[in-house]
Each structure stands twice: as C-alpha cells, then as structure tokens.
C-alpha cells in the first residue's frame, strides 16, 4: 500500500505564488504517472498536471504557463509550482499516483492540502 501525503496549502493574495508537496511513504514500483487534481466546493474534481515516468508534462489550460509540475525521484516527492494564482485556482488540491501491476492499474490519492486565493 502506497499513502500520499499533500503540504504547502495556505492563503494567498491575488498574483501570488504557492508550492505544493505530495511525499509518498515510500517509493512506488511499477509507477506510470503522478499528477495534481483540484476541487473547489460544489464543483467537480478538476485534473490540473501531471508528469509522466519519462518526465513528459501536460498542463490543463486553465494553469498552462503558471503552473509547473517537477518530482524529485530520491524523496518519493512531486511537486506543484504554483504562480500568478487567481480567485479561481481557489481549491483542495490533491495528488495522485497511477500504478500498473501486471494487468492492474490502481490510482492512489492523497488527503488534499486547501489552497485559498483571497485579498
């Protein structure tokens, strides 16, 4: 069993700039891709980054050129650079981590960290 811990959550200003971690217990065998979901209240969790095994990122629009994902392999961390932030990046931010396992594929997911973009 893997668990995915999230930190660095907090309250910005407008234009401000946030990093969130995601540390797993341990490192995970078989690990295809990590990445970054948010969910803001009444709405629908909302895929944000994600970094593949090869180190290939894909943004959603919506963070594209503000946001960086990045992983660093000997902590077990992915990290969440997060710049320029707006009222609407306002969410609880997750992580997750896609796993194959012969014919099993297994998403793991950890408790959120809030993120709040207020003045």
């Known amino acids: 069993q893997v668990q995915l811990v999230e930190s660095g959550g907090g309250l910005v200003q407008p234009g401000g700039s946030l990093r969130l971690s995601c540390a797993a217990s341990?490192?995970?065998?078989?690990?295809?891709?990590t990445g970054w979901y948010r969910q803001a209240p009444g709405k629908e969790r909302q895929w944000v980054a994600a970094?593949?095994?090869?180190?290939?990122?894909t943004y959603a629009d919506s963070v594209k050129g503000r946001f960086t994902i990045s992983r660093d392999n000997a902590k077990n961390t992915v990290y969440l650079q997060m710049n320029g932030l707006k009222s609407e990046d306002t969410a609880v931010y997750y992580c997750s981590a896609r796993v194959l396992s012969g014919a099993r594929i297994v998403d793991y997911w950890g408790q959120g960290t809030q993120v709040t973009v207020s003045s």
């Open positions: 341990r490192s995970i065998f078989g690990i295809r891709s």
């Open positions: 970094i593949s095994t090869d180190g290939v990122r």
